[in-house]
């Protein structure tokens, strides 16, 4: 059974960073593409940023704006989403998500991974 599981989120305020995490499990991790998306209330879900098995990164610049950065570790199967300089608007749901070898790298921005976790809260105060 494949599980994402988020961590990190948290209350904080504007300036801080965080650094988000997702642990994969129940499959074979090098062949995946893991994204991080955001969600906050009323509003579409967001691509953030992704990492392909090899390293491979793709963002959604309106949404980073240089702050933030995915990295992932091989070994231990986890993916983080660093997030520094934190406004008020990233305030949202952050959720991970696997898709299986993905065909070309501007197709992990679109919401259709093959798993996904339930998401770890981001709220940012000012």
């Known amino acids: 059974q494949v599980q994402l599981v988020e961590s990190g989120g948290g209350v904080v305020q504007a300036g801080d960073s965080l650094r988000l995490s997702c642990a994969a499990s129940?499959?074979?991790?090098?062949?995946?593409?893991v994204g991080w998306f955001r969600q906050a209330p009323g509003q579409e879900r967001e691509f953030v940023a992704a990492?392909?098995?090899?390293?491979?990164?793709?963002d959604n610049p309106e949404a980073v704006k240089g702050r933030f950065a995915i990295s992932r570790d091989n070994v231990n199967d986890m993916v983080y989403l660093q997030m520094n300089n934190l406004k008020p608007e990233d305030t949202a749901v952050y959720l991970c998500?696997?898709?299986?070898?993905?065909?070309?790298?501007?197709?992990?921005?679109?919401?259709?991974?093959?798993?996904w976790g339930q998401g770890t809260q981001v709220t940012v105060s000012s």
């Open positions: 990492i392909t098995g090899n390293g491979g990164r793709i």
């Open positions: 129940g499959l074979v991790f090098g062949n995946y593409a």
């Open positions: 998500a696997a898709e299986f070898a993905p065909a070309n790298l501007g197709d992990l921005r679109r919401a259709q991974y093959d798993y």
